[in-house]
Structure formats: C-alpha cells, structure tokens
C-alpha cells in the first residue's frame, strides 16, 4: 500500500517526528507491543498491540493546543486511521506540546457525540493524556500540573461512566448480585487501591473513579467502606449515559442448519458474548422474543472475522443474529458470565443496553429494573 501523502500546516518537520517518537514511547511503557509499520501497512504511523486489543496508530501532530485546531487534526487523522486499519481497529491521536484538559476534554466531547465508537487520544508533551477506548483508558494522567477547582467542576458527569468506570461500578456493586448474573469479585473495598487490585484496573484509574464518586455525591461521606448512596440517581444518570445506539450489522450462517446450534457453537471459544434479549432469556429474565439474538465483539472493524462460517446478510435476507460492538467493551466483557459455555452479557448491562432498543427494549429493561435494579437501590437482590 503507498503511504498516503501528508498534508500540514505548521505540522510537518520536527513536531510531528517528536510525536510519533513521544506516543511510542508512551504506548510503550503503558506495555503495549509497538512497532513502525512496514510494507502495506506504511500507510499508519503505528502498530500497538495489547491482550484483547490491536490498534493501526494515526498521529498528528500541532504547536498549538487549541481546540478547534486539534479537533481538526484529530478528524483528519481519524479518516486516515480507518481507511489504513485493515483488520485492526483505527485509532486517532492528537499531540502538542502543551494542551489545556479543558482543550482536551473538548476534542473528546467532539468524539463522543459524532463518532462514539472511535478510539480516541490526546496527549501533550507535559504528560496530559485522555483517551477513550478497549485497553486505552489506563493510559489517562493529567500531566504535571496543578488543575485548578474551577476546572474539575466543568467535567462532565459522563467521565463518571467511561468504560473502565462502569466496569469498576459493576465490582462496587456486586456483592449484592447474584454470581450467575455478573461476573466480579465480591469484596469491600477500603481505599481505591484496594478497588484496583480486585477489579486489574490502574490505581490512577482506581482514584479518579473514586474521586468522581465522591465529587457527584454518590460515595458514602462516613463509611469505613466504599458504599454507594443515592443510587436511584445513580442508575438513571448511569443508563441515561449510554443511551447511545451501537452499530449493528445483521449476519447469517453459510452452513445452514439449527441457528440456535450453530449460534452456541460459533460462541463456543469465548470471542463474542451474547447480548440484549437472548441474554436476557439465558439469565432467566427475558421478556422479548421474535428478535434475533445480538452478539457483541470487542472490535468490529473492517477485517474479517475470528468466525468462517458467518457472513454479512444481504438485502432482503432473514438475519441469523446480529453482529455489534458495545461502547464500554471492557466492562461488558469483565462483567460476563459463562452459561452453558458461552459468555453472556451480565443483567446490568442487559438493563443499559435494553432500554434505548426500539424493539420493546423499554419492556425489557423496565422488568429488569423490577426485579433486580430496584431491589439495588433499596437493599440487597433476591436471586432470580
């Protein structure tokens, strides 16, 4: 593949050589396997990966860290991400040499609400990181400075519910669940380091969950433990967050027999979870049927798939299920619980997603809230 020419402004030349030597460097601490593409990859600054993740790098670079000018930047080096990923997932990074978090948290913003799936990076060369995406938000630090109190008021209640987040909730959360309903260590925790350990996330991570728990009012000021309160709030600020439609592509068996059957075997080796209504039914607590099962993936992108006896459906054609990526990959994939040999989404997670389905999915995720997330609120949960 022929490198695609490069186009910048003030970009070129020194700043966005010190870029691309800055994110290896940082990938690679961060313990991703990194390394200069060769051959038809040339397109792509970088190639990283980690266990359950592989990322195509796009940098760019600029000596200004304004936010229109990194938005930008960040939009251009997205197009190119993509269409060099082959079978990685893209990924879209912006450098400077300074950047303000307010700057940052803006080219974010723009990512979440025009491409939500992305993977997503901010970096500037005084250690500010923000990213989004599978395996990347252990990458996150504010850099050496002093953000001021002001500041930390404006982040928004979202930054409470990224995916490490929510996964890091499910673990608060689930000694008061069932083991067959999610899959977590069921402990109490003192301090977010503890919280770390248990959930294998970061103690920066840990922290920064803790932090915006405390600063939201959902942390209990007096406990010994980290105690979640005002937890009705809680639950509808948390499915209101990811109230976001995922991409959905419809699939079909080659080999037609017993779609059931040939679902189950295909789901066998643990690489896609069931989701949404069937896993609803395979938790007991189903409500909607007539809708082809949902299967989540950590990454769909545009290779091909760990499975060969599947293909997309054409127009027209019956689906056999329906092939998707979930915005919060890690805490959907951490929260699963195995049934009958597959990995099944946890009843949380089957409650967020349910709820923003136009197929009766309000149905859905109203009697899930009946019997499990209200009991959550006001006590512990009977098991289903």
């Known amino acids: 593949m022929h490198k695609p020419s490069r186009v910048h402004i003030r970009e070129s030349g020194p700043i966005a050589e010190q870029a691309e030597a800055f994110a290896f460097r940082v990938f690679t601490d961060a313990g991703w396997r990194v390394q200069r593409p060769k051959g038809p990859d040339a397109g792509i600054d970088l190639l990283m990966d980690r266990q359950g993740a592989s990322y195509a790098v796009e940098i760019k670079a600029s000596r200004e860290g304004r936010s229109d000018r990194l938005i930008q930047l960040w939009s251009q080096a997205w197009l190119q991400a993509q269409k060099g990923a082959g079978s990685r997932q893209p990924l879209a990074v912006v450098v400077a040499p300074k950047i303000p978090i307010r700057a940052a948290q803006n080219v974010l913003r723009f990512v979440q609400r025009y491409v939500p799936n ?41 930054n409470l519910f990224s995916d490490l987040n929510q996964w890091m909730l499910k673990v608060l959360l689930a000694p008061e669940l069932p083991e067959h309903l999610l899959a977590a260590p069921r402990e109490r925790y003192r301090n977010a380091l503890q919280l770390a350990k248990a959930a294998a996330v970061s103690p920066m991570s840990a922290h920064r969950f803790v932090k915006a728990l405390e600063r939201d009012g959902f942390l209990h000021e007096s406990s ?7 937890r009705e709030e809680l639950f509808r600020a948390w499915q209101s967050s990811v109230s976001r439609r995922v991409r959905e592509v419809p699939m079909r068996f080659l080999l037609r027999g017993n779609p059931r059957v040939e679902l189950k075997r295909m789901l066998g080796d643990r690489k896609g979870c069931l989701a949404l209504f069937a896993a609803a039914e395979a938790l007991h607590l189903g409500f909607v049927e007539g809708v082809p099962p949902h299967v989540y993936v950590q990454q769909l992108g545009s290779g091909p798939l760990p499975w060969p006896n599947v293909v997309r459906a054409g127009q027209g054609e019956s689906p056999d299920f329906i092939l998707a990526q979930p915005l919060a990959p890690q805490s959907v994939f951490r929260g699963a619980v195995a049934v009958d040999g597959i990995l099944v989404s946890d009843i949380l997670q089957v409650w ?16 899930i809230h009946r019997r499990i997330i209200k009991p959550l609120i006001h006590g512990s949960v009977t098991r289903a």
Do not use: C, T, Y
């Open 118 to 158: 992305a993977a997503a990076g901010v970096m500037d060369f005084n250690g500010l990181r923000l990213f989004q995406g599978l395996h990347l938000e252990d990458l996150n630090a504010e850099g050496h400075r002093r953000v001021p109190d002001g500041l930390r008021e404006h982040i928004p209640a979202s």
């Open 224 to 230: 010994n433990w980290l105690e979640l309160v005002r």
């Open 352 to 367: 967020l997603d349910s709820a923003s389905h136009p197929s009766r999915g309000r149905e859905q995720a109203d009697l």
